[in-house]
């Protein structure tokens, strides 16, 4: 059984709730910066990537708050792992606070991190931020 742990990300966006919530939560706008393809059946996600797909299931979403999911492999493993992405606006700059939380076994953490770093820079490019 894996032991993983959970981190959390922060990133600043200069867009609207209303924008992001399309991006994090709908199969076109999923598809735009987090993988090639995104196929919704119910509240089972299938993301593919350069030929590899993997499964998530919803677990939760309020619009203009969160979504958060659980991998599929996690959830067969029993693990009680989730990522979550939850955005704010901040009251004094107006500006979105995205707040990431994933979970990685310590030797993967850093893997997952640049993986994330590069998914939020492809989300700023969609955008323009």
Do not use: C
């Not at 399309?22 to 996600?45: C, H, Q, R």
């Not at 203009?64 to 989730?82: H, P």
């Not at 939380?101 to 998914?119: N, Y």
């Amino acid at each position: 059984m894996t032991n993983k742990e959970q981190f959390e990300l922060e990133y600043v966006l200069r867009t609207s709730p209303k924008v992001l919530d399309k991006l994090l939560s709908t199969p076109d706008g999923l598809s735009e910066w987090f993988a090639d393809d995104v196929i919704v059946k119910d509240d089972m996600y299938t993301f593919h990537w350069d030929g590899s797909e993997e499964q998530a299931r919803l677990i939760s979403k309020k619009a203009g708050e969160y979504i958060k999911w659980q991998w599929l492999n996690d959830e067969e493993d029993e693990l009680e792992t989730f990522f979550e992405m939850k955005y704010t606006i901040d009251p004094m700059t107006k500006v979105v606070i995205l707040t990431v939380s994933d979970f990685a076994e310590r030797t993967e953490k850093d893997e997952i991190v640049r993986l994330w770093e590069s998914q939020i820079s492809d989300l700023r490019r969609v955008i323009g931020a």
